[in-house]
């Protein structure tokens, strides 16, 4: 099987758990894949600065600046200014250090010049070589208070920090407006999957889930959950006995998932704790706990790999789209080869025929046709095939993209654009086309000239504009490929590679396979 190239995974996260299982993909995914969604719903000002710990904790994670053992903060910090705070009787509970003090100077100035917390986020990551994307889950001020038992309100950091996390909590509230970032909805909307961090589902992921349109988008992906309980307790934070005074149930990774509610299409546990999940929610068992970048590292590639088994693109779920124009517009340019008409739409309907067969074998989704000829429908619902009906006059590229993107709407999840003219093409060499789609995105095949485009897999199938009709096609497939950041395979093969255009492909035809007894005329057969 393929091994899968990701082009867009998406983590939504916050705290200590997040940052680490960041930190896992970062080191296993290429950066321009990779975009977290960080909480802000604990962002705060004190000194009179703007703080964001947990896009600090994900941006020193990151960048190796971290604090190896406590996770959040800056390894070889200083505390000198909060001494010096103390001596003056002001604020000394949240711990700022010296060297973190600089980033939110930067942060809070940089702030009075723009309303964007993510341009900002931005410029301190580049400055810091942080490559992956990280995104505040908005620009706007939003903010978690927790309500305690004992008729308190208090601000997140308060009573995490301050009051030690130790006043029952008896809800979690946001205050601000539910308003997200475009740029957080669109990488949502071209994510492979998203995962949900270990992070505290009440106060770093519900944050992120609770603005406008931050659900509904995430209702066409798979949703991928990271427990962030182990054997009933939480790794890092407060999360078990948030567990027990608001869900009023034991603290176990099927708590977090039934939290979650009909969001997760599957989730990775801690060995052992996989008979607490709800019966039918897809998961894996493993070692969760990230002792070291290298458990980070390892965990990522599970979660991927476990995330590819319940993505993977399957046969079935994909579509064969194959063009054919009218028979009498057929082969014209093999015209001096036959000596009347009728040869050489017969050839062109053998050719057609082989084609639609051979696709037939493989199990997929379904077999459609676009064609602009009634002739050419009639023959391909003879064989089997749908028929998608193409305005006349239209670009050839236009055609193919529209009929992409009916397929989309039929619930296609993959693409093969094949072209009709392929006399050496088998049902293996398109199970190799669809290996190969089931870790990558596009795959190409190109004509034996090395030009042309004889075979183009997408996943999904309007992944990008199809530059067919062109004698450079697949040169411009690649491009568009790269424009859209998308991991491309281009086959070359012998098989696929031949169409029958010219008098010279049937030259080659008879070079690749010589026929029992040469006939006299190449359409003879027909």
């Not at 010049?113 to 070589?129: F, I, N």
């Not at 620009?139 to 997140?156: K, N, Y």
């Not at 709407?409 to 093969?416: I, Q």
């Not at 026929?515 to 027909?526: F, L, M, N, R, V």
Request: glycine share 8%.
């Amino acid at each position: 099987m393929a091994e899968r190239q990701w082009r867009s995974v998406v983590v939504l996260c916050g705290g200590v758990g997040g940052a680490r299982f960041l930190d896992g993909l970062a080191a296993v995914l290429p950066a321009a894949s990779l975009t977290a969604v960080v909480n802000t719903g604990d962002d705060f000002t004190h000194w009179g600065l703007h703080i964001s710990p947990d896009l600090d904790t994900c941006m020193y994670t990151l960048s190796g600046h971290a604090h190896r053992e406590r996770g959040w903060g800056l390894y070889d910090e200083t505390f000198h200014t909060l001494e010096m705070v103390r001596e003056y009787g002001g604020e000394d509970w949240f711990q700022l250090g010296d060297r973190d003090l600089a980033t939110h100077l930067m942060r809070t100035e940089a702030l009075r010049q723009t309303d964007s917390l993510t341009d900002v986020t931005a410029a301190l990551c580049k400055g810091l070589g942080v490559e992956p994307t990280l995104l505040p889950m908005a620009d706007l001020p939003r903010a978690t208070w927790i309500d305690t038992a004992d008729g308190h309100s208090l601000a997140f950091q308060d009573w995490l920090v301050k009051e030690r996390a130790e006043p029952p909590v008896e809800r979690v509230r946001f205050v601000g407006p539910a308003k997200t970032t475009d740029a957080v909805l669109e990488a949502i909307e071209d994510a492979e999957v998203v995962f949900i961090a270990p992070s505290n589902p009440y106060v770093s992921i519900d944050p992120i889930l609770a603005l406008e349109g931050v659900r509904k988008a995430l209702e066409s992906k798979t949703v991928v959950a990271i427990s962030p309980i182990v054997a009933g307790r939480a790794v890092k934070g407060p999360l078990a006995g948030m567990i027990w005074q608001l869900a009023h149930r034991e603290p176990t990774a099927g708590a977090v998932a039934e939290h979650y509610e009909d969001l997760l299409a599957g989730m990775v546990v801690e060995t052992g704790d996989e008979d607490t999940l709800p019966e039918g929610l897809a998961h894996v068992a493993t070692a969760t706990v990230m002792g070291d970048r290298d458990d980070r590292a390892r965990l990522a590639r599970e979660a991927l790999d476990f995330a590819d088994a319940i993505t993977r693109v399957r046969p079935h779920e994909i579509w064969a789209l194959v063009p054919i124009k009218g028979w009498s517009d057929a082969k014209t340019r093999l015209g001096p080869l036959f000596d009347d008409d009728a040869r050489r739409v017969a050839l062109a309907k053998k050719l057609a025929g082989h084609v639609l067969d051979e696709l037939f074998k493989v199990g997929l989704g379904g077999v459609a046709v676009v064609t602009d000829h009634m002739e050419v429908a009639q023959f391909a619902r003879s064989r089997g095939a749908k028929v998608l009906l193409d305005p006349p006059d239209s670009e050839f590229a236009h055609i193919i993209d529209a009929s992409l993107d009916t397929l989309v709407r039929h619930k296609a999840r993959g693409a093969l654009v094949v072209m009709a003219d392929l006399p050496r093409l088998d049902a293996d060499d398109v199970r190799e086309v669809l290996d190969i789609m089931g870790g990558h995105p596009c795959v190409i095949v190109p004509d034996r000239h090395d030009q042309g485009t004889n075979l183009l897999g997408l996943v999904p199938p309007d992944l990008f504009g199809t530059c067919f009709g062109h004698a450079d096609s697949k040169k411009r497939h690649l491009s568009a490929a790269t424009r859209h950041d998308v991991p491309a395979v281009v086959l070359r093969s012998e098989t696929l590679g031949l169409d029958i255009d010219t008098p010279a492909d049937v030259l080659a035809l008879a070079a690749v396979e010589p026929p029992a007894e040469p006939p006299a005329d190449p359409a003879a057969d027909t």
